[in-house]
């Protein structure tokens, strides 16, 4: 087939990849108009207006760093040999953990440490030189073409800024969080796509750094993150000596949203927190000189199966532009080429058939994505109504007849605690963090939840745990005043 991919982000990448792989000659159209890169540092400075959250922290999580390992080991290869780093499931570990003794399974419980812009590079070199993927760099797609035949659209290519059209035989749709796929769809006739929309709550800062020459990266056998309730952060490791920090803010709160964005204020703020100290105490050196802030982030799934048939044949949306998720998290560049997977494997099953294409990949998003997508939202319910009752002044944990509030004692009294010290609890928060399990395993895995309830009851018979950072929003402030 003749396919159009619209985006060259993860999502496009990923999709390109897959079906030039299945002998499809792929065109791939992507809105920025900009050299290729020729290192990952200059990948670093890429000019990608179209997707602004390539300077914000990312991770890429062991289910797609098997994705690469498995079916793409030359761009897994290329990676490493760019400066990407692998973390492994027991790299690192606490004193604390006793009887950790490597299992077959634990080949699988890797995460890939890497910029999202060098990721994207080396995965757009592949595509380059697969020789079945053309990139029309500069070639924004406005809209879509439809054959002139009754009942719902059928694409047959895609409308171009300058008035001209290209035919295709499949469209992909990969033109991320901002893709406006449905007014496209409304255009030919479509049926309304079904929309959910959440507001994630948060309001996301990510500055980066490098190592001084001859620093090294502090051990990770503690936190690589924390969650204060009036505010969130991580520190994310990255390609070739480079980090990145991430804070993140409730979207109530003007006073920390204001103050965050300001370089010197970032850097205080992150001295301050348990997890992203040791990593500023003189050892980085930033790489921007600004504070990148992303604001506006939503849950958001979108259903392209609609009563039982697809809104259109001939185009399939990916990544983004069916579910967008809150970055803290670290799904999104995992799902996103999951998703473009999931597409494939339903060209491969059905070829041509475009509306048994559709379906089965739906079918398979609802089957294995969809469940991730509702944990996530169910999750930030839960932090916002926490950040909501600190930033008023209350205290999120007072009722205690609120199974909510049981549920939060467990997680900090029970499950983090063992995690340090048990491996099969660690093994199952690994699996759950990284999309190799159901989101619900963790929770209702009978031995796991056992271990963890006896990690709970043992709370006051061990030292407290030292503090993720200040106490409260107020103490923080005292601490970053200008």
């Not at 490791?237 to 920390?256: E, K, W, Y």
């Amino acid at each position: 087939m003749r396919v159009a991919v619209v985006g060259g982000g993860v999502a496009g990448l990923g999709s390109a990849l897959a079906l030039a792989r299945q002998g499809h000659q792929v065109s791939v159209f992507e809105r920025d108009d900009t050299p290729m890169p020729s290192s990952a540092d200059e990948a670093f400075a890429w000019d990608r207006r179209g997707a602004p959250q390539v300077r914000h922290s990312h991770a890429f999580l062991a289910r797609l760093r098997n994705m690469l390992a498995t079916s793409y080991p030359d761009i897994h290869a290329a990676l490493l040999a760019e400066g990407a780093t692998e973390m492994r499931v027991d790299d690192d570990l606490p004193p604390t953990m006793v009887g950790f003794e490597r299992e077959p399974g634990d080949d699988e419980l890797v995460m890939l440490a890497c910029r999202r812009t060098t990721f994207e590079w080396v995965l757009r070199r592949a595509a380059i030189a697969d020789g079945r993927v053309a990139f029309r760099t500069g070639e924004p797609v406005v809209g879509l073409v439809a054959a002139d035949e009754p009942g719902r659209p059928h694409v047959v290519g895609v409308r171009l800024a300058d008035g001209s059209t290209s035919a295709f035989d499949l469209v992909i749709a990969a033109n991320g969080r901002r893709s406006v796929l449905p007014d496209w769809l409304a255009e030919l006739g479509a049926p309304p796509v079904h929309e959910q929309v959440e507001d994630t709550g948060i309001v996301y800062y990510s500055r980066f750094y490098r190592l001084r020459p001859g620093c090294e990266a502090p051990p990770r056998t503690g936190p690589i993150g924390g969650d204060l309730g009036y505010l969130k952060y991580g520190v994310f490791v990255g390609d070739n000596d480079t980090f990145s920090i991430t804070l993140a803010t409730p979207v109530d709160d003007d006073q920390l949203r204001k103050l965050l964005a300001d370089p010197v204020v970032f850097d205080t703020t992150a001295r301050h927190l348990a997890a992203t100290a040791p990593w500023l105490d003189g050892r980085g050196e930033p790489l921007t000189d600004e504070v990148h802030v992303m604001a506006g982030l939503l849950n958001r799934w979108r259903d392209h199966v609609v009563d039982g048939e697809p809104v259109a044949t001939g185009v399939i949306p990916v990544g983004d532009v069916v579910l967008c998720t809150n970055p803290l998290y670290g799904r999104g560049c995992s799902t996103a080429f999951w998703s473009a997977h999931l597409m494939a494997d339903a060209v491969a099953a059905f070829g041509d058939d475009l509306r048994e294409v559709a379906l089965a990949y739906d079918a398979s998003l609802r089957a294995e994505i969809l469940p991730w997508y509702q944990a996530g939202v169910a999750q930030d319910a839960e932090a916002r109504r926490v950040a909501a009752a600190l930033l008023a002044g209350e205290d999120p944990d007072a009722d205690t007849s609120d199974p909510r509030t049981f549920m939060r004692a467990v997680l900090r009294d029970g499950l983090l605690p063992a995690m340090r010290t048990d491996p099969v609890v660690l093994r199952a928060f690994f699996r759950s963090l990284n999309l190799l399990s159901r989101p619900d395993e963790l929770a209702t895995d009978p031995d796991v939840g056992a271990r963890v309830l006896a990690a709970w009851q043992t709370r006051d018979q061990r030292p407290a745990d030292p503090p993720l950072g200040p106490a409260s929003r107020a103490d923080l402030l005292d601490l970053i005043a200008v």
